[in-house]
Structure formats: structure tokens, C-alpha cells
């Protein structure tokens, strides 16, 4: 069985749903609609707050974290782990979050850090996950003339303008020597059209 892809309700529609749920009931309201009865009475629970937010919102959050005081230690580890290079991964700031709520019942009681916390406390701390790689990382003022020069030889890349660009450029060391061969030039036919 496939799994059910997750959907999501603007508050006008949930509005509407608790209105023929108070008509009718819980049940004829769910069939009717096409949601679950635990999404009705939920939504029938929290009337009040859905009429306060606008009609094309869809979730109750207000930007705001319910635990402030965490993720500020939880951002503050994260910034410290990145100047001393350390990797930071999701799991890894969900952990620390949860030790820091064990042992901190007094700010952190209910938390879970769930996914879409770590999600929305990225987001609100404008954080990524992005690493420095090690490859690569030279600076065009880093590099000297003569890597940038075997590199183009190598690629074939010429700025020749003397007619050699088709000829061969370069040759590594445990290569064979190229024999010499006539360039096209020499085979053309056409070329005594020209001369004369």
C-alpha cells in the first residue's frame, strides 16, 4: 500500500468543517468533507484560534519557539562547533538539544525535538547544512602559472592562433611519444586550387 501523502487545510476550510460539524456531527462532517473525525474535533477544539488567524494560513504556529531559552544554547553549540570545524548534522543538533532538555526540565518541558523542529529552528536561526570541502578550495591568487598552463595543455585547450590548435599539446610522461603523422593540411586536395 502506498503511503498517504500528507495534506494540509487553510483555516477557512477548517472553519467551514466545524460549522457542519456543529450542524450535524463529528462523523458526517469528516465523510462529508474528506478528513479524519480526530481532525474534526481538533479543529472544533482550537474554533477560537482559527477564527483570530487568517483565512489562507494553514497551521497554528506563530514563528515564535515555545522553548527560547533552548535554542538559544542550541544555536549558541552550533556556532561554536562551526568555528572550531566541526561537522553539525541535524541528528547531531537534535541530540545536544535533548541532553540540554534533560537536564534543563525547568525550560524544556514537553520538548521532543522532532524533525520539523530541527526543521522551523533552522530556519528561524538561519542556518544550513553546509560543509567546507577540503577539494578544490584554492583561490584563483593561489595558484601559480605553471598548474594553470598543464592543466589547459592537458585539456587540449590552446590559445594558439598560428593554425596549431589541432596539434598535439601535451603528453604525460609514461605516455608513448606520439609518431609525427601529416597534419590535414598536407593531404588536402584542394590546396593546389588555392595556390594557383
Known amino acids: 500500500m502506498a503511503p498517504t501523502r500528507r495534506r494540509k487545510f487553510e483555516a477557512s476550510f477548517k472553519l467551514k468543517v466545524v460549522k457542519f460539524a456543529k450542524e450535524h456531527n463529528n462523523c458526517a462532517a469528516a465523510s462529508q468533507y474528506g478528513v479524519t473525525e480526530k481532525m474534526v474535533r481538533d479543529w472544533k477544539a482550537n474554533e477560537d484560534a482559527l477564527k483570530s488567524m487568517p483565512s489562507s494560513m494553514c497551521a497554528l504556529r506563530r514563528g515564535t519557539p515555545h522553548w527560547s531559552e533552548l535554542e538559544k544554547h542550541v544555536a549558541d553549540m552550533v556556532h561554536e562547533h562551526r568555528q572550531n570545524g566541526y561537522v553539525m548534522t541535524r541528528n547531531k543538533i537534535r541530540v545536544f538539544a535533548l541532553q540540554w532538555a534533560k537536564s534543563n526540565l525547568d525550560h524544556s518541558k ?27 578550495q584554492k583561490l584563483p591568487a593561489d595558484l601559480n602559472g ?37 597534419s590535414d593540411s598536407e593531404l588536402d586536395p584542394y590546396d593546389d586550387c588555392l595556390t594557383n
Request: charge should be positive.
Open 110 to 136: 514537553g520538548f521532543k525535538a522532532t524533525v520539523s523542529w530541527c526543521t522551523r529552528f533552522m530556519e528561524r536561526h538561519n542556518l544550513v547544512l553546509r560543509q567546507k570541502t577540503k577539494i578544490a
Open 146 to 182: 605553471k598548474t594553470v598552463i598543464k592543466s589547459f595543455k592537458k585539456c587540449g585547450i590552446s590559445n594558439s592562433l598560428d593554425g596549431m590548435e589541432d596539434d598535439f599539446l601535451w603528453q604525460d610522461e609514461g605516455e608513448a611519444k606520439a609518431e609525427a603523422t601529416p
